[in-house]
Nanobody, 123 residues
Framework: QVHLVESGGGMVQTGGSLRLSCVVS????????MAWFRQPPGQEREWVAG????????SYLDSVKGRFTISRDNAERTVYLLMNNLKPEDTAVYYC????????????????WGEGTQVTVSS
């Protein structure tokens, strides 16, 4: 079973940057596509960005394109989300998860989640 630990969140002002990390243990890491999701206060969780198992294919939510970058270090079993030019509407708890491929993860349901990491952007 895959175990996910997210970190790197915090409080920043509008325009600031953060880099989130997600360490994955268990499972066949190199076979997994990975994705970041977020859940704003009072809203449902949404897909934010995905990366293929090899790292050569990425996909982003339209509202974060050009500001967020997803990457992975297969040797460290870690996926990252670099977030630049943060806006108050990016405020959310951010989660990562593992799946079969980038596109199916946009709407997949997952058996378990990590605890997430809180990102708060003040105006």
């Amino acid at each position: 079973q895959v175990h996910l630990v997210e970190s790197g969140g915090g409080m920043v002002q509008t325009g600031g940057s953060l880099r989130l990390s997600c360490v994955v243990s268990g499972g066949y890491w190199r076979n997994y596509a990975m994705a970041w999701f977020r859940q704003p206060p009072g809203q449902e969780r949404e897909w934010v960005a995905g990366i293929s198992s090899s790292g050569d294919s990425t996909s982003y939510l339209d509202s974060v394109k050009g500001r967020f970058t997803i990457s992975r270090d297969n040797a460290e079993r870690t996926v990252y989300l670099l977030m630049n030019n943060l806006k108050p509407e990016d405020t959310a708890v951010y989660y990562c998860n593992a799946g079969v491929d980038v596109e199916s993860m946009r709407s997949a349901e997952f058996l378990s989640w990590g605890e997430g990491t809180q990102v708060t952007v003040s105006s």
